[in-house]
Every structure is written in C-alpha cells, then in structure tokens.
DNA sequence: GAGTGGTCTAGACCACGGT
DNA sequence: CCGTGGTCTAGACCACTCC
C-alpha cells in the first residue's frame, strides 16, 4: 500500500512535468481518468490538484476540450490589504488615530456614483489621519451610505476608526480595490506633512453587502514609505 | 430528492447567517458533521464549501478548535498583473516594443542580492520601453539570471521583449511582487515622456523556477494612467 | 452524440492539537 | 485521549461543449 498518492504529491508531479518540458505550453495533458490510472490514485484526487493548478493560473480548465498548460501566462497574485493598525503595531510603533472631519450630507455626483445611490441619498462624509508613532502614516477619506449603515449616524468615530468599526458592526461580501500611484494634493501634503507633489500611494474601496453598497474609501499612504506585497508560493519539494 | 445540496448552496447559506447576524464575529459555527446533518448533505460536501470559505479569508479553520467567523478582518485581493501587450491591445492601442539597452556584467550587490546570487556570476542586463500607440507606457528594467537561463545569451531581444520570450522559453514556479508609488527620476521621465517627479506606478517581480531565482524586473508606469483592479465576487443569489 | 470536467455520496482512516 | 478537520476512495450522475 505504502500510504496513499496524496493530491499535493499530484501537483508537484504535474508542475515538474511542465517545468522539465514534458508538456510544453498549450499542451493538453491527459484526462482525470487516466492519470488517475498513470498515478494509482482515484479520480476526485486528481479532480482536486487539477482544480487548484487551475486557480492558481497553471492550467486551464473546460469541459469535453480538456485540461491545457498555460502556466505564466496568468500572473495574477494575492495581496493582502492591511489593517492600518495591525500592520503600524506589527511594525513596532505606536497605532494613533484622528478624526478630522464629520459630516452628513446629501450624495453628489462623483460619490453618488460610487455608491451606486439613485437619488440625493445621505451619505456620511468622513476625513481621518493614522499615525505610526508621530508620523502620519494614511490618510482616510470615506463616505458611507447611510441608507445600508444606519448605525452610523450615531457613530461619533472619535474614538475608533470607520475601518474598524465597520468591520465590527457590519458583515461584508464583495470588495473592490483600485491601486494607483499620484502627486500629492497640497491637502494630502499638509495631512501627511510631505511635499506638494510628493508621490503617494492610493488604495481605493468599494465594499457590498449583497447588492447594497456600504462605503467607498480612499487611502492615501506616503509612497516614499509604503508598499503593498504578494508572494505565491507553490511549495514545492526540493529536488 | 429534489436536486442535491451543492457546496455552492452550503456557502451561500454559511455567508447568509454570517450577515443576518446569527453568527457573529468569532463564533465556533457547528462542526462538518453537524452541518452536513442540517443541512442535508454529505460532509465531504461541506468540507469543500467551508474550504473555500476559509481560502476567502471569511473563516478560520483549526483542528480540534473547529471553524471560526472571522469575516472582514483578512482584506485579501486577487490582483492580475497584466500582460502588457495584451493590456494595451485590449484597450484598442496599437502595441510597440523598443530595446533601449542589453549588456551581460557581472551582478553587483543590490541585484546580486536580488537574483540571489552567490558570487559575481554574469546576469543579463535589459532596458526596454513598452509604447501604447506613440504614447510610452511602461519602462522595463530587467536583470535575468544568465546561470539559470542561459539561453537568453544568444536571444537578441530586439524583435521580442524579455517578458514575451521568458513566458514562452522557462516556467516558472514562484513569484513576488512589490507595488509602490515613486516620483519619476530624470531618467524615467525622460523615457516615459513625462516630468520629472511625475508620480509613478511601480511594480516589482522576482520569478523563480524551484529554488532557483530567473529574474527581477522593475515595471514603471505613469501614475496618471495606471490603475490596478480586484474585484472579489462572492457570487450571493439575490434575496 | 460522446467525451471531459464538475460535483455529490457514503464510508474510511489519518493527523493535529486542545484537554 | 479524543474530537475536529484533512484527505482518499470508488462509484455515480450531471452539464457543458466540441465534433
């Protein structure tokens, strides 16, 4: 029996097959069944590395044509998009935060359109700094639609963050995240005591419950000092 | 019998308790047998769907302890770095390559470190400039590992841009990326037809082929006209 | 129409990790 | 120790899609 052909050993061995160039780019490489067979495995086994080369962009998948390698070509990667105050005390420093504007207002256009609202809705108009020690480190400008967030209305955010208290209070289901790099505004420049066109980082948010959106946020770091980091690792054995 | 319970259905349900507030943040939801009974279906049915939950980042999985709510707190983001002719065809741009510089040297400290070299081994060193129509897009700068690819010695690169040609001559089985904002040096600006100081985009990419280190490249674009996407569906049925 | 992937099932054994 | 998740199996039926 010598223990069973698990679906990592799988994987390692259809990923060395394509690295020593057994199976070429483009090429279709068995069915489920027979490598089931080739590998002495059941058939869900293979289904299941298969699937997952397939998600991580090795393979691609469709029914009745096959199962064909088109590993590279999807460089797609996954980042994690930090909690501020996680990532300010992972490094060390001190997490503050302040709240330098809020305000209740009727959606105008550019936000009514992000929040997908239909008619002048109220929306919560939000501007808060986080610091890493005395540095400000992100500056947060948020609207939130009030019409899927009531609870925000009595929410004074000088004590915590819309970002955390949105995590606590409200489920989400969907995210939309938008990087971009720009010159700093002469606003963003004073908030983050840098230079007028001083480069920065943008990260900007769009969440959903269901088909309702919540909030639409940007966050704007000092590009001098933040950057965001993937790392996808297959795992595989040395050889 | 009336169709079997997918382990679509069991994620839709999972999320929909999650955001009508029955289990909130932190919660131990019921065991894989339990919910099976529930809800009518084998375990391995449930296995996969709180699987795939768990990779979503909206549970936590641990032996023993069981399966956790912890939805929200993990903001991760599948990114596709884009492939740049296809990005710029895709946009109905006419696609252009141009080789600014090749030189084999010895690899010096801050890309030795890098391409993870022991000793002054000999790397290629590229310059290439991307144009979107007669507009610059992306300034590419590329060192690769000539012990691991060594036929990149005789390739010229003149006709075909070191992306392309290592998408079709190595694999590849790990990669990092590094994204951040920076201002435009005089050489960059000068490149890309901007100012100087112009923010730009920049991603980094180190690929690897088992242990082995292929390249690292740094990809600049004009911060103006560059945006990273994600979108993360959790595909919910309406209710 | 027929072949391929997509999924479900029922049962089994294993491995990790709290107690 | 022993409960929970992690995985494999063998078999079955279905759904898409290419020919």
Redesign the interface.
């Known amino acids: 029996m010598s223990g069973s052909v698990t679906y990592m050993d799988i994987k390692t061995e259809i ?1 060395g097959r ?2 020593r160039g057994d199976w070429p ?1 483009d090429t279709i490489i068995p069915g489920e069944v027979e490598l089931a067979a080739q590998l002495g495995c059941a058939r869900a086994t293979v289904n299941r590395a298969l699937r997952e080369l397939a998600d991580e962009g090795v393979v691609e998948r469709r029914r009745k044509a096959g199962t064909r390698v088109v ?13 501020i105050r996680t990532q300010i005390e992972a490094a060390g420093a001190h997490y503050r935060y302040e709240l330098r504007k809020r305000k209740i207002v009727a959606a105008r256009d550019p936000i009514r359109a992000r929040l997908d609202l239909q008619s002048d809705q109220e929306v919560l108009s939000l501007e808060c700094l986080h610091f890493a020690g005395d540095a400000p480190y992100q500056l947060e400008v948020r609207w939130i639609n009030l019409a899927a967030v009531p609870a925000a209305r009595d929410e004074p955010f000088e004590q915590i963050g819309p970002n955390e208290w949105l ?2 209070e409200k ?13 700093a505004t002469k606003h963003q420049a004073s908030a983050l005591h840098i230079e007028e ?6 990260v900007e ?1 769009r969440t959903w ?3 309702e959106t919540i909030t639409w946020v940007r966050l704007v ?1 000092v ?2 000092t ?9 795992q ?1 054995e ?2």
């Open positions: 990923v394509i690295r780019l590993a590279g070509q999807n460089r797609s990667a996954r980042i994690d998009i930090p909690v995590l606590r489920p989400l289901t969907d995210a939309e995240h938008v990087m971009s790099a720009g010159n066109r001083d480069a920065v980082f943008i948010r419950l269901g088909a770091h590009g001098a933040f950057q965001l980091r993937s790392r996808n690792l297959q595989l040395t050889d």
